[in-house]
């Protein structure tokens, strides 16, 4: 088992900047993919950016150039540094860790509670 815990999320104005951090504990070692997604209430979770442990990373199109995933593997950490943020951006981030990239598509590895994130306009 794996559990997992975001933090970072809050307040911002349109413009501003925000680091999400999440944070694996337990069976770590099966973990091979780690990603961000986003979620508001009574729509789609929507994929925002992920990476791998050999460090391949993914962004989706509307956050393409303004977020960045890194990871830093002795603390079991990903963190999504989000920059230029529009209250569009506002949302719930739930981090998964997952066994491999396809279960972490699909969303079958291991979720957080998920950090709330809002942004005014």
Not at 1 to 22: D, K, M, N, T
Not at 30 to 53: C, D, E, H, N
Not at 80 to 104: G, I, Q, R, W
């Amino acid at each position: 088992q794996v559990q997992v815990v975001e933090s970072g999320g809050g307040l911002v104005q349109a413009g501003g900047s925000l680091r999400l951090s999440c944070t694996a504990s337990g069976s770590i070692s099966s973990i091979s993919a780690m990603g961000w997604f986003r979620q508001v209430p009574g729509k789609q979770r929507y994929l925002v950016a992920t990476i791998t442990t050999g460090g391949r990373t993914f962004y989706s199109e509307p956050v393409k150039g303004r977020f960045t995933i890194t990871r830093d593997s002795a603390e079991n950490t990903v963190y999504l540094h989000m920059t230029s943020l529009k209250p569009e951006d506002s949302s719930v981030y739930l981090c998964n860790f997952a066994p491999s990239y396809v279960a972490l598509t699909s969303g079958m590895g291991y979720w957080g509670e998920g950090t709330l994130v809002t942004v005014l306009s």
